[in-house]
């Protein structure tokens, strides 16, 4: 297992543009999650997912945010009409039941211009 | 990872020094801790768990101690490594998700 993977590793996206980005957790971890991070700070929490089944959304997941994972293996983000605000580092953590430390993926770093 | 932040406590140490990264946290409901290091690029990556029957946990080259009655946790790092250098968080968590504390830098010099 290569861990967790995530794809584009960099976004550049024209303010409005909407954007999706993927997360490929380890395969035998059955909770992903998605976090934002940006500078100075620690992650935020932003959702999480048990199999297929979205458990928790925070309130920094506006109604422009969206997460799938449709069989309970990889998930997408998708933010519509981004705005400048969103530029960040999107992070995807799996891990195996509760209780756990999870193991993150490298990222996604969008910049909205 | 976004961890280039020019407002992050700094913690320098000279190279083979021991390393003591502080952290309080907030949730006096939360049972389980984790420390996570940084690097430039990187998402977070685990170090060391302790959980709340616990006020001490070993691990190679880091212990970890956990003081509920202050709500304090701490990292220790013997013998620091130049590969040390990072950001250093601290997480807790009770019955929802992990939440992450401020970051502290750490910076190794020969």
């Known amino acids: 297992d290569t861990g967790v993977s995530q794809n584009p590793r960099h976004k550049i996206t024209k303010r409005g543009q909407n954007v999706t980005f993927r997360c490929d957790p380890i395969?035998?971890?059955?909770?992903l999650y998605w976090y934002r991070q940006t500078l100075g700070q620690g992650p935020e929490f932003l959702t999480y997912f048990q199999n297929e089944a979205q458990l928790e959304k925070s309130r920094l997941l506006s109604d422009r945010f969206s997460a799938e994972r449709p069989k309970g293996s990889f998930s997408t983000l998708e933010i519509q009409r981004t705005e400048q605000g969103d530029s960040a580092m999107y992070l995807c953590?799996?891990?195996?039941?509760?209780?756990?430390?999870?193991?993150f993926g490298s990222g996604t770093r969008l910049t909205v211009v | 990872g976004e961890n280039v932040g020019l407002h992050l406590p700094t913690l320098s140490v000279q190279e083979g020094d021991n390393s003591i990264i502080n952290c309080a946290y907030s949730?006096?409901?939360?049972?389980?801790f984790i420390w996570y290091k940084q690097e430039s690029g990187k998402g977070p990556q685990f170090i060391i768990d302790i959980r709340s029957n616990m006020d001490k946990r070993q691990g190679q080259r880091v212990t970890v101690l956990l003081n509920k009655t202050v709500k304090h946790l701490s990292l220790q790092i013997a013998a620091t490594q130049p590969g040390d250098s990072a950001v250093y968080f601290c997480a807790e968590k009770s019955s929802g998700p992990v939440s992450f504390g401020t970051g502290t830098r750490l910076q190794v010099f020969p």
């Open positions: 949730n006096s409901a939360s049972d389980y």
């Open positions: 395969s035998e971890h059955n909770r």
């Open positions: 953590a799996s891990s195996m039941g509760t209780g756990n430390g999870y193991t």
